[in-house]
């Protein structure tokens, strides 16, 4: 009998409980220059998130495996050069074109959050934080809002809308830029405002 023992040590806290939210399995896939017939990797960033845009990478694969893909919406695809992390992209599309090139459409997290809903509501002075944690609920990527941000009251309304237009009203109203290039996850920080 096959089977997986994962065991808990101990918590953060005394006598909190352990959830288990995700557990990934199957099969994971470098894919080398040589393989890579087409690549396409856009990067935006608005600085004053008037609107926020997302990245998108978009690949074609030749594999030399005998081994098909099997592709799942929302799998997560991570970007290198040189070694470094160019972003982590999520799979909108992916097909087979013939026996060894597959095609692949992905976005950033921002394209995910543009695909989920947000009920919205009425804020009387609310912290960024907790209307952020609100966004990024149940989602499967991080995100980091710089200290600074973070406690900033939010005074008015937000119409039931997707998770990234309530993202953008709300990184507009604070000044804040949001960005997903080298980080595995959503920044949310300061607009700059000196000139370097």
């Known amino acids: 009998y096959d089977k997986i023992v994962i065991t808990f040590y101990e918590t953060s806290r005394p006598w909190r409980p352990v959830f288990i939210t995700r557990i990934d399995y199957g099969i994971y896939r470098d894919f080398f220059a040589d393989e890579l017939l087409t690549t396409s990797c856009l990067q935006e960033v608005n600085a004053i998130s008037e609107n926020i845009s997302f990245n998108t990478l978009n690949f074609t694969v030749r594999t030399e495996t005998n081994i098909p893909f099997d592709f799942q919406k929302k799998q997560k695809l991570a970007l290198y050069f040189n070694g470094q992390r160019i972003g982590n992209f999520y799979l909108k599309n992916g097909a087979r074109k013939n026996r060894t090139d597959y095609q692949m459409d992905s976005h950033d997290a921002i394209g995910v959050l543009d695909g989920n809903e947000f009920p919205g509501g009425v804020y009387t002075g ?28 939010l005074i008015g309304y937000i119409p039931y809308t997707t998770k990234r237009n309530a993202l953008v009203q709300i990184a507009f109203s604070i000044g804040a830029v949001v960005d997903t290039s080298n980080y595995d996850g959503v920044l949310i920080y300061p607009q700059q405002t000196e000139v370097t």
């Open 126 to 153: 609310q912290l960024t934080r907790d209307v952020i944690d609100q966004i990024f609920e149940g989602e499967d990527f991080n995100y980091l809002l710089d200290d600074s941000l973070a406690d900033i009251p």
